[in-house]
């Protein structure tokens, strides 16, 4: 194992301009104790750093410094700065010109010699480290380049790369005009795992309450150090590699350099696991491992703790709802004594103990789906047994408003395109309802909810998780106690009614990009669940249905949450086996079915290794609940079993999303 390069870090203020430069790590670790500014100017500064493959430092290495591209995802960059590696490995880039305001940078070392023959220069080594925002970089700023600080820019910045470009920009980063949100979080979500002045992974992130894996992100960079330390992309190591890492059939060619391996890695985390980490050498530079054997797949998850309830000494646990906000905030529902819990983008606790809002929300009665309107209010309900509240949270004013429609317990909340709330009921017996909170502009809502009966529908279970297509208006409620959805057509003239599916408990739905209705079936098994899709032009038709078939492993099993990402691929998770299965439906051929499950090599869904070793291997456990995806591509999970892994955010594997689902833009990016 390499002994990371300790370096002292400072700011400073330049000439007449008075520019703070300061240390990237030091900016995101401690800052520089003053605030971030905005800098249009061209300044002469200077950056040096290192470029390693694995051990030995990389000599003849291209370096150039890039700010991302604008035009859309993955598109071309700017260069702005560059420089060549000595004899060590070392680079320093002088006279660096300026990037635009918010724009974030990045460093990328292509090919060199790796400590082998004079005069080899080994083209498939691309390196890649995230710097972040160019504000941050300065005189001070120091990098060291290797095989770590790529495979975390590659999970982390998956949804942004391009993944096919090799010349004349190998490494195209880029966003919309409308995601630099999105983008901004997914290079901080770099930083939170490895620390690019080390070059090493952390083990914790900056934030201090989030548990980063830092032995699985040793392996996977072990994975890539054979064939940056050969000869050439037609080496033994990289051929390996590259066949290793090629996409599953229909999504994409192999790669040819190791930053479009980690990127296929990131991407698709359950192809060829077993062959993957079979190509770690037996001393390998970075340490400590996952270990002899391969792990279920190669996901990255970072496990948060979500603060404490309102006794400020019990750690918030077992929560049970989740959604993100038009900022990436996360807000988190189901703790007792603490009701609503935010945390931003990359993780960091921003409520306080017993989370938001007033002492009826913070003490509620197991707060269960949450929801975001279209002016940023945030929406839950109580599963009080008898009863129930609305509660509506306003950030800006910090204010809690409570409304009680008096009938059984509250479980589903969700928001249609003209900001109505919508609710439903969940309780073994009596009469089961939706409901609706119409909008009734300038921020407010009725106090008098308008409710639907659907006791002759909705079956016993009730309806835990409620959809609304913000783009039609329609409601879905799958029935967890029979095996019907029920819907609810806009301009809601005719009678709930349902739709009956081969399962025998629905939970959950999704709208698609092309107003699909998802619904997930919860029964419990191998191959026990299926994916049901009501077709947007037949909504009343009967369902289609989808199951993988497996051999070995567990297929679809026990599944509740379903989230659509921006790529219109469908996420199911699974809380009897703990795993996360990926599907397309637009790419291959599943029992007749047009469409794709990407399962593992075993026949189960993805669930990153948990370097904790709390509860289980994986940190997709046993009683995950719900999910979300944000604007950067992180793929959240809330666990409303296990009180040992709370929260957890996924990376690499999800593309950047609309996080929020009442503006109806499902299944694109942003």
Not at 50 to 57: I, S
Not at 140 to 157: C, G, K, P, Q, R
Not at 236 to 251: D, Q
Not at 363 to 370: F, L
């Amino acid at each position: 194992m390499r002994t990371p390069i300790v370096r002292s870090f400072s700011c400073k203020r330049l000439g007449p301009a008075a520019v703070l430069l300061c240390s990237v790590s030091a900016w995101f670790l401690s800052g520089c104790a003053v605030a971030p500014y905005t800098d249009t100017a061209t300044h002469t500064l200077v950056i040096s750093g290192t470029a390693f493959g694995g051990q030995p430092p990389i000599s003849g290495a291209s370096i150039t410094l890039f700010a991302n591209g604008s035009t859309g995802y993955g598109s071309t960059p700017s260069g702005i700065g560059t420089a060549t590696t000595d004899s060590n490995g070392h680079f320093q880039i002088t006279n660096l010109t300026g990037c635009p305001p918010g724009s974030q940078i990045y460093i990328v070392a292509t090919g060199g010699n790796p400590g082998l023959t004079a005069g080899t220069n080994n083209n498939a080594i691309v390196l890649v480290a995230a710097l972040g925002d160019c504000a941050t970089v300065g005189a001070s700023t120091h990098v060291n380049i290797d095989e770590v600080t790529t495979i975390a820019a590659a999970y982390a910045l998956s949804g942004f790369a391009n993944t096919t470009t090799t010349s004349p920009v190998p490494v195209q980063i880029g966003a919309s005009a409308t995601n630099t949100t999105g983008l901004t979080h997914a290079f901080l979500n770099a930083a939170n795992i490895v620390d690019f002045n080390s070059g090493s992974a952390r083990a914790t992130t900056p934030g201090g309450n989030g548990s980063v894996p830092s032995n699985m992100i040793n392996s996977l960079a072990d994975i890539l150090e054979p064939c940056v330390n050969s000869t050439s992309k037609t080496s033994t190591s990289c051929s390996a590699l590259f066949t290793a890492a090629t996409p599953p059939a229909g999504f994409g060619s192999a790669p040819v350099n190791t930053w479009q391996a980690a990127l296929d890695m990131a991407q698709f985390p359950g192809n060829n696991t077993a062959t993957l980490y079979g190509l770690i050498s037996a001393t390998p530079s970075f340490q400590p491992t996952v270990g002899a054997s391969a792990p279920n797949d190669l996901s990255i998850g970072v496990l948060y703790t979500a603060g404490f309830t309102t006794d400020g000494t019990t750690a918030a646990e077992v929560p049970w709802g989740i959604a993100a906000d038009a900022s990436d905030n996360l807000w988190i529902t189901g703790v007792t004594n603490a009701g609503l819990i935010e945390l931003s983008s990359n993780g960091t606790v921003l409520s306080p103990n017993g989370g938001w809002g007033n002492t009826a929300l913070q003490t509620a009665n197991s707060t269960r789906q949450v929801a975001v309107d279209l002016n940023g209010n945030i929406w839950t309900v109580d599963n009080a047994t008898g009863g129930g509240n609305i509660y509506e949270y306003t950030p800006g004013t910090a204010t809690t408003k409570v409304t009680t429609p008096g009938t059984i317990a509250l479980s589903g909340i969700a928001v249609d395109g003209s900001n109505n709330i919508w609710y439903s009921t969940k309780a073994s017996s009596g009469t089961q309802i939706f409901g609706q909170l119409a909008y009734q502009g300038s921020n407010t809502f009725a106090t008098t909810p308008t409710t639907f009966s659907t006791s002759n529908v909705i079956g016993s279970g009730g309806v835990y998780a409620l959809t609304v297509d913000a783009k039609t208006g329609n409601v879905w409620g799958p029935s967890q106690g029979a095996g019907i959805t029920n819907f609810f057509l806009s301009p809601y003239t005719a009678p709930v009614s349902s739709t009956a599916t081969s399962g025998s408990a629905n939970y959950a739905a999704a709208i698609d990009k092309n107003g699909n209705t998802w619904i997930t079936n919860t029964v419990s098994g191998t191959n026990a669940s299926s994916l049901y899709v009501s077709a947007h032009g037949n909504p009343t038709g009967t369902p289609l249905v989808y199951t993988p078939t497996v051999t070995s492993g567990l297929g679809l099993d026990g599944s509740r949450s379903i989230v659509v990402d921006g790529n219109n691929r469908i996420f199911i998770n699974s809380y009897t086996a703990g795993a996360i299965v990926e599907f397309d439906p637009s790419v291959g051929s599943t029992g007749g079915n047009s469409g794709s499950f990407l399962l593992t090599s075993v026949g189960n869904g993805f669930a990153p290794y948990n370097s904790a070793g709390i509860n289980s291997s994986a940190l997709v456990t046993n009683g995950d609940q719900t999910m979300a995806i944000d604007a950067a591509g992180a793929l959240w999970t809330v666990n409303g079993k296990s009180g040992s892994v709370p929260v957890v955010q996924i990376l690499g594997v999800a593309a950047p999303t609309v996080p929020v689902l009442a503006q109806g833009k499902y299944g694109v990016k942003p």
